[in-house]
Every structure is written in C-alpha cells, then in structure tokens.
C-alpha cells in the first residue's frame, strides 16, 4: 500500500500536490516539511495530510525528494490557523503557508537551535584575591544565580574573556552551553502602582483568562496601557504561560521592548522586519520549544508558535499596518482574534482611538470595553485650536499664527512637534510659459521635487530623475514650485528661526539602520527644538519636552475619496494631541485649516474621538459600509490597457451565473490612478450584508476564474476586508 502526501508548495496554484511517501511505514502527519520536485524546480512544500489508499493510480506520482523535518514544524493549532487563513482570504495554501514562517525555515533550514555559552558562578569560595574584572564578574554572576550568557557579561564589564577563563582554572565558574537568546538582558526596575482603572483593567482580563474573551482597552493617550499590558505579563508569567504581543510596524520597538525588558524577568524575544533573518529564525524556534515567554512583534509575528498560550495583546489595534497590502493580504487583528478564539484564551486591543470595526464590536457586546480615562502621573491633555488658513496667507504652507506660537513656544525653551503628510520639498514642479509639468512616465502621478538630493521623485513607482533647471518643453529658465512637503518646511523654519535646530524626520532622513533611534534620542535629550515629520512621528512616542504641536495639512482627509479617510484624519488629530505636553508642562496644539467650520473639526475638537467615531459608524451603518456590511475587491493590472478590465469584465460575468441577491458586485472600474509603475489598474467591488453568501460565492467560483485565460495573462489578486479601496 501506498501513502500519498498532499502537499502545500509555494505558488500561486489554489491546490495542492499529491507526491508519494518515501518511507511509508513512518508518521506522516500535517506540518512535516519535505523537499520535492515541482516543475523543474526544487521546492519546500508542507505535507497538508497523508493518505494511505489502494484504489489510487499512484503510477504517475512522483517521490518525494527528501523529508526535511523529524516532527512537525507547525503544530497543530498554528497549521490550522495557517489553514483558516487561507480558506478566509482566498489565498493559495501554499503562499500562506510562506508568509507565515521565517524565511530560513521555508527555505528548508534545520530547525536546530543556535547554542552560546554561558556562565555560572561555583558554590566554592576563595581566599585568593582577584583582579578587579574578576570580582566585578563574581559579583553579576552571584546576581544571577542561574548564569549569564557570555555575550551579556561583555555587555556589563566589557571584554572578559580571559577573566572568565582564569575564574574558571580556579573552580569558581563555569561554562555551559545552552540557546542563544536573541536579547540582551537590562537591570531591573521597580514598575509603578497602577492606579484603580487600570488595576480593574487588569483584574478583569486576568479573571476570564481561561476563556476566549476580547477585551477593547481604550485609554487616552499616556493613560498607562502599556503599563497594563506589563502587569498582564507579570501575572501570566507566573503561570508559565505565553504571551504573544503585536505593535505596528513603525520605529517603536525598541523603546517599546526596553519597558518590558526592565520591568520583567522574562525570556523575551521580538519579531519584526529590522531584524537579521538568523534571529528572526532564533526567536521563532524560541517560541515554539517553550524557551521565549513573551513574542513581542510586527504584524507577521501573528504566526508565531505558541506552546503555552495564555494571552494576546495587540496595541494601536486601530494601525493600518496590521493589514498586509500585497501578498497575502491578511488583517493581522482579525487573524489574532480567530486564534484567541481557538486557542480559548483572552485578546487585548489597545487603543486611544480604537477602529470603527472594534467600535462595532463593542457596541454588539461581543468585545468588552475597559477604559482609561487619566493620564497617567497626572499630566493634562493639551488645548486643541484650528487656525483658519482660508485666505491663503502662509509662508510656504506655515501660518503666522503658527510661526507666532513656534516662537512663543521656543523662547520658553520648549520643543514644538510640526507634521506634514508628504515628503519631500514640493509636490509640484512647472513652467508658466507652456504649461509643462513634471509627471511620472510610469504612472498618472506627479513627480514630487526633493531639493536635497536634487531630484524629481515619484512616491507611487520610485522613478528618479535629475531635476530640471530649465523646462524640458520650452527651455524656458524658470520652473515653479508649488505646495509644501517637509523638505521646504524644514528650509523655511531655518530661515525664520536661524539660531534654532530643526530636525527633519521623514522616510528620506531615517533610512539608515538606527537613525530613527537616533534621532528621537537626540528629540529627548533636548538637541533639537523644532522637529518636522510625517505620520511616522505621531504614533506612541514619548517626548516629555514638546508643548506645541501644529498640523500643517489637516484638510486632505476632509476631501479624500476613501471612506475610511475621515477615521483615519480623527485618528491621526487624536493620536498628535497626544504628543503635546506628555510631561510636567501644559500643551497646546494647532491646526491649519481652510474649512474651520467644517463640521468635523467641531466634533473632534470639542466633543472628541468618541463622540466622532460614534457619528462616522453610524454614516456607515446608513451606508451599509464596513463595519456593518463586508467588502472584497478584485484587483487587476496588465500593461495593456484594456486587458485589466477584460478580465474583470470576464469574472463579473463568471459570477452572475449564480443569482445571488446578498451580493452586489460593482465594476469593472478602473482605479483611481489607474496608471502605476506602467501598469492599467482596474477593480471589481463585492459588498454584502452577508458574509457566508460572498465566501460562498467566491468559493463556487474560483477555480473557474483561475481558469480563465487571461488570468494568467494578467496580475490579479483577490483583497478580502480592504482597507483602502482607491
Ligand atoms: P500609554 O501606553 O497609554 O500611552 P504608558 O503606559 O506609556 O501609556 O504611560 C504613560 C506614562 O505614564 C509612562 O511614562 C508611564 O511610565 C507612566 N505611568 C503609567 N502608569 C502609571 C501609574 N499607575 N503611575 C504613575 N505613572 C504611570
Ligand atoms: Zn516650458
Ligand atoms: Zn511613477
């Protein structure tokens, strides 16, 4: 008898492949990892389920090439998971199974563990005196009773390699192997006393904690969440159990992970994108042999084994980086909350400004509320005013107003926080003489201009050319630039401020590894006074300095065609409040507007994120709009223009064959841009009432409309719950 592996292989086919076993007498079982040949490639695939059949013609099967694990590499729960996931979104198995594991292991890597030495203090004593390292190593390693790793000993007393060798001759330590961890440890600090909100935060997760319970943990800004989640940690490590921990994907890790490395005696490993492949390896493995408590990570560290799952915590839960946009297009809180739910354990999201589908939930009393409503140590939210920028009266896009309250706010030896949306110096460049403008070959964009490395760029394809100095068209010598990005705000704050240091951060200043570290070091430390930014400045940080914070650009989420761009704007006004007067100091915050009354910023501002994001769900409830309706796109570009519409045109009329009153389906329309990178861009638009009936559609029809002809001629993908529908 036969056994016939069904395996999941990394491509874009919505199948999987039958191999044969090699050794049929052994335990094949789901998540086992095998090398096979495929087309005339060798590939990693995943054994999905093994057969034992004799009424199967197994003569045109081939092999398997070689069986790379001994016991499965996922265990059951995270390959379930992995398995929903793709019954979900509609994505190949095999591609899902690729996004979810560390690249060296789905590239076939051994799962070994990397091993390092460590150190342990002897119980004998000596009488002998010692040179001063020597004693001062003693002395940590009395600290830590069960051993320190070699790697922090160098970091506490810096080189002690022969010191530790000569403690060693003298019987007073010794080494042992054992996993390398993938973080240093810091000193201990006391954790402060929470106060009786959060006390009740924490004592009603951890009372449910044996259940699926969703929790919405939504605190003003600075109200001490994270200070919960630390507590949380505390209580489930004493337990021995895990807790995986999600935050989004900008430059607040390490900051982030300080805290708990400070307040915690724990083994805590972190997964995120600015981390060596190697370690990401490590913290994985970690994870799943039960020697990392607490998984610490960006959105794909969702994916983590988990062999003693206790908690899960997602903070900023409203951050759009949770949803991947390429790929395998998954909500990292959605997935979370699919595997709190089957692992029967409690969820955290944590938020000032918590999204409208969270919002909903709550509202449904599926998730329950726990509230923050102090900041914590007593600091005060800010004064929030809009400055009316109606009559066009700015110096390069800053009010006087503005420039006025700056100086204010500096000469009091404060630091004032400025953002603008768009990098760069200015996102229009032409010439008067013949109308000529600077466009994007590739797509129907503007060039954006960057002064600084004397370039014309295009943020949607990444396009450089030189910029011009005479026009291309007419040759005409002068071009004029219009609009502002934070190149010319930093310029023309230098020019009004001369004595002050401004500091830029955007995407172009922080690219190099640690410069974003960096530069908020240098923010806290008081070196620079004026700081521009873009949206990566208003998330989480803590500058206990600034007072001022001005929005330059407030007003293109008023206009957006995105229906979520209004959540997004209240998000994004909440979110910069909260960066103003975070310490002992009052805060102020100003925005520049040419609607100052519009509607919008009288409920932001004076009645608040709840009170706005309890009026947006309603337009949405009215609209039948997510949250309270689902959506699905299907998306397709080709370089021939009328091909991405073809195809739509060929899967609308797939999917009418089955009359479905719960669906309606929208398109072919081509996308708002629908040039990008040289591509035509077209989508088809799915909106139900009713969930099942659009997966039961999209279920009936996918292998026809994989069939089709042109959807091999064409890239295409399909995007469940899109959050951005342009
Ligand atoms: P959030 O995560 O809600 O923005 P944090 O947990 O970062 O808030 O807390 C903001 C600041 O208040 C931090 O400096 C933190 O150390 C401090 N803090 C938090 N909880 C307390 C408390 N109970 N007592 C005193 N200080 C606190
Ligand atoms: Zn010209
Ligand atoms: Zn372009």
Redesign the pocket.
């Known amino acids: 008898m036969n056994c016939i592996l069904h395996i999941a292989i990394p491509c874009p086919l919505r199948q999987s492949f039958n191999y044969l076993a090699t050794e049929s007498e052994y335990p094949w079982t789901s998540g086992l990892r095998v090398k096979v040949s495929f087309g005339s490639r060798e590939v990693i695939g995943i054994v999905l389920q093994a057969s034992t059949t004799s009424d199967f013609d197994t003569t045109k099967l081939k092999p398997i090439l070689e069986r790379i694990d001994n016991y499965p590499l996922l265990d059951s729960e995270l390959f379930n998971l992995i398995t929903w996931v793709s019954y979900y979104y509609h994505h190949p198995i095999g591609d899902c199974f690729q996004t979810a594991l560390p690249k060296k292991l789905r590239l076939g890597e051994s799962t070994d563990l990397i091993n390092e030495i460590f150190w342990k203090k002897e119980k004998t004593n000596t009488t002998e005196s010692l040179g001063k390292k020597q004693q001062l190593l003693l002395e940590e390693l009395t600290r830590s009773p069960e051993g320190l790793s070699q790697r922090d000993l160098k970091d506490l007393v810096g080189e002690c390699k022969s010191s530790l060798q000569s403690l060693e001759k003298k019987l007073l330590v010794s080494q042992f192997s054992q996993p390398k961890q993938t973080l240093i440890t810091t000193e201990l600090t006391i954790g ?4 009786t909100e ?1 006390k009740i935060a924490v004592d009603t997760v951890w009372k449910k904690r044996e259940q699926f319970s969703p929790y919405l943990l939504q ?1 003003i ?7 919960v989640y630390i507590q949380l940690c505390e209580k489930m490590l004493a337990e021995k159990k895990q807790v995986l921990i999600l935050i989004p994907e900008i430059g607040l890790t390490p900051q982030f992970v300080q805290r708990f490395k400070q307040q915690l005696t724990a083994k805590i490993v972190v997964l995120n994108s600015s981390i060596s492949a190697t370690n990401r390896k490590q913290a994985w493995l970690l994870a799943k042999n039960s020697l990392a408590d607490i998984i610490i990570g960006t959105r794909s560290a969702i994916f983590t084994p988990l062999t003693s799952a206790g908690l899960i915590i997602l903070d900023e839960e409203h951050d759009a980086s949770y949803k991947q946009q390429d790929g395998l297009r998954y909500h990292a809180r959605n997935v979370a909350l699919i595997r709190a739910q089957k692992l029967d354990i409690p969820i955290v999201l944590g938020s000032a400004t918590p999204s409208l589908e969270t919002l909903h939930h709550v509202n449904q009393q599926k998730y329950q509320r726990l509230s ?1 409503t102090q900041r ?2 007593g600091a005060k939210l800010p004064k929030v005013n809009v400055i009316d920028c109606s009559d066009g009266n700015t110096q390069n896009g800053i009010s006087h107003k503005l420039i006025n309250a700056i100086r204010q706010h500096i000469e009091n030896d404060n630091q004032v926080l400025l953002f603008i949306n768009r990098r760069g110096f200015a996102p229009v460049l032409m010439c008067h003489d013949c109308n000529w403008q600077a466009t994007c070959q590739s797509c129907d964009a503007r060039m954006v201009v960057h002064q600084h490395r004397n370039i014309l760029f295009c943020h949607h394809c990444g396009l450089i050319q030189r910029l011009p100095k005479d026009c291309p068209q007419c040759q005409a010598k002068e071009l004029k630039n219009y609009g502002a990005g934070t190149e010319k705000v930093e310029l023309t704050l230098q020019k009004i401020f001369p004595q002050t240091p401004v500091l830029r951060i955007d995407r172009d200043t922080t690219q190099r590894v640690n410069a974003f570290a960096d530069m908020v070091a240098e923010i806290k430390q008081g070196g620079a006074k004026i700081l521009v930014g873009t949206q990566m400045l208003a998330k ?1 940080h ?1 500058f206990h300095d600034v007072t001022l914070v001005g929005v330059l650009d407030a007003d293109q989420g008023l206009y957006s065609a995105d229906y979520r761009a209004t959540e997004s704007l209240a998000q994004l006004i909440t979110q910069v409040t909260g960066r103003a007067g975070r310490g002992k100091k009052s805060g102020e915050v100003l925005i520049q507007t040419e609607q100052p009354r519009h509607d919008f910023w009288q409920s932001i501002i004076k009645q608040g994120y709840q009170f706005t994001a309890d009026e947006l769900l309603e337009q949405r409830v009215e609209m039948a709009m997510p949250p309270a309706g689902a959506l699905c796109i299907i998306r397709a570009e080709e370089r021939d223009q009328s091909l991405a519409m073809q195809f739509l045109t060929d899967v609308l009329m797939l999917c009418n064959q089955t009359a479905q009153q719960d669906v309606i389906i929208m398109g072919p329309v081509p996308a708002i841009m629908e040039r990008k990178a040289g591509r035509y861009r077209a989508q088809l638009l799915f909106t139900t009432q009713n969930r099942r009936a659009l997966h039961q559609l999209l279920d009936q029809h996918i292998t026809a409309i994989s069939a089709l002809k042109l959807a091999r001629k064409v890239r295409w993908s399909i995007d469940i719950d899109p959050i951005d529908l342009l």
């Open positions: 402060c006393l929470l106060n959060q605190g800004t600075g109200s001490g969440k994270t200070e923050l914590a140590g989480g803590d």
